[in-house]
């Protein structure tokens, strides 16, 4: 099986065409791509020809916020990564760094802080340093390099120890920043 990144425009259009409870993503695609009735059943490299698919959810990613940042981590990353103490959602590998923000409910306003102790863990850790604001909820997240903030708080001349966040999904913008995140999105499928 190929694991594949879908930006949220193609997603919300394969959800638009599911039978919900019933087809995977890979139903979706091979009707709308290969032209597949939708009641057929065929045989194919990952499901025999009677079987049916083994998730009864639709395009969802893990919602609990432990699976959600293990599948975020494996989908965007290489290597192995261990927890960073003391911090309960960063994580390490030999190469990267990635803080987690978790707002694990659905909502039209995201908001998360990044308090100064992390916030100067990240910027002096000497690897690719990445923060994941995320949303099990609703299986996406924002995947920033700190470079990339640490250059946009420049501009906005931000001069606090720590980092306010608060997100409107629907746009992607970072408020206080007045930064549009679409680049950075992540949705899981």
């Known amino acids: 099986m190929v694991q594949i990144e879908v930006d949220s425009e193609v997603f919300g259009h394969l959800q638009q065409h599911a039978r919900p409870l019933l087809d995977t993503p890979n139903d979706v695609l091979r009707r709308l791509l290969l032209g597949e009735r939708a009641d057929s059943v065929t045989a194919s490299p990952t499901r025999g020809p009677m079987e049916q698919p083994v998730s009864t959810t639709l395009f969802?990613?893990?919602?609990?916020?432990?699976?959600?940042?293990?599948?975020?981590?494996?989908?965007?990353?290489?290597?192995?990564?261990?927890?960073?103490?003391?911090?309960?959602?960063?994580?390490?590998?030999?190469?990267?760094?990635?803080?987690?923000?978790?707002?694990?409910?659905?909502?039209?306003?995201?908001?998360?802080?990044?308090?100064?102790?992390?916030?100067?863990?990240?910027?002096?850790?000497?690897?690719?340093?990445?923060?994941?604001?995320?949303?099990p909820a609703e299986h996406f997240a924002f995947l920033v390099p700190v470079t990339d903030i640490e250059d946009r708080c420049q501009r906005a001349a931000w001069t606090r120890t720590y980092l306010e966040v608060n997100i409107d999904p629907a746009t992607s913008r970072w408020t206080e920043l007045d930064w549009d995140l679409s680049k950075y999105r992540k949705v899981l499928v």
């Open 60 to 135: 969802r990613a893990p919602a609990d916020v432990e699976s959600f940042v293990q599948s975020l981590l494996r989908s965007n990353f290489s290597g192995t990564f261990r927890r960073r103490s003391p911090y309960r959602m960063m994580f390490e590998s030999e190469a990267d760094l990635v803080y987690f923000q978790n707002f694990n409910k659905e909502s039209d306003h995201l908001w998360y802080r990044i308090t100064d102790s992390p916030w100067k863990d990240l910027r002096s850790s000497g690897k690719a340093a990445w923060v994941a604001f995320t949303n």
